[in-house]
């Protein structure tokens, strides 16, 4: 007869009082166990402190892993870089909503169904006209996002799985619609309407760079990258913006309005706006003469200054999908016979870097922004649109994350408490006799 293995327990002793507890130690199916810390309150009187949620699980998932001292990026148990080498971006999309790779049938009618829905209610068009034309992109983006859910009122419930699943995927398939539409906006050109018979990469960039006037000239290397892009940004585990959907959706909100917010926690220069910070920053160094200035900057304590596309909170090696995007970007500037004096740049920066032990210390490698700027200015994107791109890829993570939380029979809202270091209760003073 097998014997049931013991409950795994983690002891912590009060040095006061010298009271312990034990809490339960739970096992995921690879990476560091937890503590359940849950009852923890209930029985001490304290609450953990970890401000930035540097050594915190906010839920259990069944998505993404992430091993940041080898450099392992695994989703629903598949690497990185074989999906990137062997899969569509809808194929990776569907393994991230349903489990699995699909099968040719359910990859063909997961297919359809997202290009089904590819169009935006043609009201929304007039939305766009309320804008400034310079806005930033990411600006429109987190509020033509928002305004879906004024639209589809048939797919809000989100207690009926079948309309759960419907605004899933209108999500998938209208975010790149909008973004197109946002980019045409900014630069005066029509919008482009969708076009079926493209896969979702080459409708993309059909729908940001074509024009009605001529024909479009697809090019497979820029359609291909373009999807290696949207692979490689798809889900990263519980990032700031993927616990900002999570969270927002634990209140039960619309999905449309989860991802807006999303969206807003991935514009920041720490986050999704470090692609853009990194072009930014390329400009401004300008030659390779003047990269020691910054480096040195970049180490001075005193100065502000980061060297963007470098670090990251969870690999402590190697990004994985930096380095499959090194070699995408060498495809594209090849293809397109691009001579870029940032690149040269670019690629001495990542070599100093690479050797100078202030980054070699703190483990500083390049991480995925560093290329992934590269590669979109090569193709014609303006830098404020590189964010944006990256929505449109992690999309599919967040629906699939708020997906997989309000299946969870478990859901509760997320409701996080504090350490209070402001002034204890003090007697109210009327006006005439402040200070
Ligand atoms: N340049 C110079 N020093 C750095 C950098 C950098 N890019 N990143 C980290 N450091 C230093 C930091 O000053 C600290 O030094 P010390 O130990 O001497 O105080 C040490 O390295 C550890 O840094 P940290 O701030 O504790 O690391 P973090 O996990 O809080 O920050 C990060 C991670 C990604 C915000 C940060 O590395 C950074 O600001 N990088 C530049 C921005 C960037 O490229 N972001 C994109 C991240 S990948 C895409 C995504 O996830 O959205």
């Not at 209610?121 to 400034?132: A, D, K, P, S």
């Not at 807006?260 to 990194?278: E, M």
């Amino acid at each position: 007869m097998s014997q049931e293995a013991p409950e795994k327990t983690f002891t912590l002793t009060n040095d006061q009082t010298g009271e312990s507890m034990k809490l339960p130690v739970k096992d995921g199916t690879i990476g560091p166990s937890v503590i359940d810390v849950r009852k923890l309150y209930a029985e001490t009187g304290h609450f953990t402190f970890d401000p930035s949620f540097t050594a915190t699980g906010s839920c259990k998932s069944r998505l993404t892993y992430i091993d940041g001292e080898e450099g392992i990026l695994l989703h629903r148990g598949y690497s990185i870089e074989d999906l990137a080498e062997n899969s569509t971006f809808l194929e990776v999309a569907h393994a991230l909503l349903y489990g699995d790779l699909p099968n040719a049938k359910e990859k063909e009618a997961f297919e359809r169904e997202i290009t089904y829905h590819t169009m935006v209610h043609e009201q929304v068009h007039l939305f766009y006209r309320g804008f400034r034309r310079d806005a930033h992109p990411m600006s429109v983006m987190c509020g033509v996002v928002a305004a879906l859910s004024a639209f589809y009122h048939d797919s809000l419930d989100i207690w009926d799985p079948k309309q759960r699943e419907l605004s899933a995927h209108r999500l998938i398939a209208k975010i790149p619609t909008l973004a197109a539409m946002t980019y045409k906006y900014s630069i005066g050109q029509p919008f482009m309407y969708p076009r079926n018979d493209l896969s979702f990469s080459e409708n993309f960039l059909y729908m940001c760079f074509g024009v009605p006037a001529e024909p479009y000239r697809m090019s497979p290397v820029l359609a291909d990258a373009m999807d290696k892009i949207f692979i490689l940004h798809a889900d990263h585990e519980q990032n700031a913006s993927t616990s900002t959907v999570r969270l927002a959706g634990s209140s039960q909100a619309n999905p449309f309005a989860c991802i807006a917010a999303g969206i807003a926690c991935l514009w920041g220069p720490s986050h999704g706006g470090a692609n853009q910070a990194v072009l930014e920053m390329l400009e401004e160094i300008g030659s390779k003469d003047r990269i020691p200035e910054f480096i040195e900057k970049a180490k001075d304590k005193d100065d502000p200054f980061r060297l963007m596309g470098f670090g990251h909170r969870v690999y402590k090696n190697f990004d994985p999908r930096a380095g499959v995007l090194k070699k995408a970007a060498d495809d594209v500037l090849n293809d397109l016979g691009i001579d870029d004096p940032m690149l040269e740049v670019a690629m001495e920066l990542e070599r100093i870097a690479l050797e100078d032990p202030y980054f070699v210390e703190r483990k500083l490698f390049p991480n995925v922004d560093f290329y992934s700027g590269i590669i979109l200015r090569a193709m014609g994107f303006p830098t404020s649109m590189f964010t944006v791109l990256f929505a449109v890829a992690r999309t599919v993570g967040w629906i699939s994350q708020w997906k997989e939380m309000i299946e969870e029979p478990s859901l509760r809202i997320g409701r996080p408490r504090q350490l209070y270091t402001g002034p204890a209760a003090r007697p109210y003073v009327p006006i005439e006799d402040r200070d």
